[in-house]
């Protein structure tokens, strides 16, 4: 098993729902959902080192996250779901 099979399987193990390596280039940051952060839709704002304020800018989460090639993306699960409604961003194209 190599070592991202391994880093998975512990992600698995440990209760996430899924978990894929992902390249970096591909995760996009919106505006949008920085927004409803701030808002504090989901009551985390200020509270969490993996919520704004604390993670930063947009620009300084890109500059973080261009310093690797791939990621690992999981989920995990909540007791509660929270339902967010996402307008599309202004460059979004069909």
């Given at each position: 098993?190599?070592?991202?099979?391994?880093?998975?399987?512990?992600?698995?193990?440990?209760?996430?729902?899924?978990?894929?390596?992902?390249?970096?280039?591909?995760?996009?940051?919106?505006?949008?959902?920085?927004?409803?952060?701030?808002?504090?839709?989901?009551?985390?704002?200020?509270?969490?080192?993996?919520?704004?304020?604390?993670?930063?800018?947009?620009?300084?989460?890109?500059?973080?996250?261009?310093?690797?090639?791939?990621?690992?993306?999981?989920?995990s699960f909540q007791r509660q779901a929270i339902r967010l409604t996402v307008p599309p961003s202004?460059?979004?194209?069909?």
């Open positions: 098993m190599n070592t991202r099979e391994k880093v998975k399987d512990a992600a698995m193990q440990s209760g996430m729902g899924q978990a894929e390596f992902i390249s970096v280039k591909e995760l996009v940051l919106y505006p949008e959902i920085r927004k409803i952060c701030e808002e504090n839709t989901c009551r985390n704002y200020g509270t969490t080192w993996a919520c704004p304020p604390a993670v930063g800018t947009l620009e300084e989460c890109r500059e973080r996250l261009n310093r690797y090639d791939t990621m690992l993306l999981f989920t202004p460059d979004y194209r069909v």
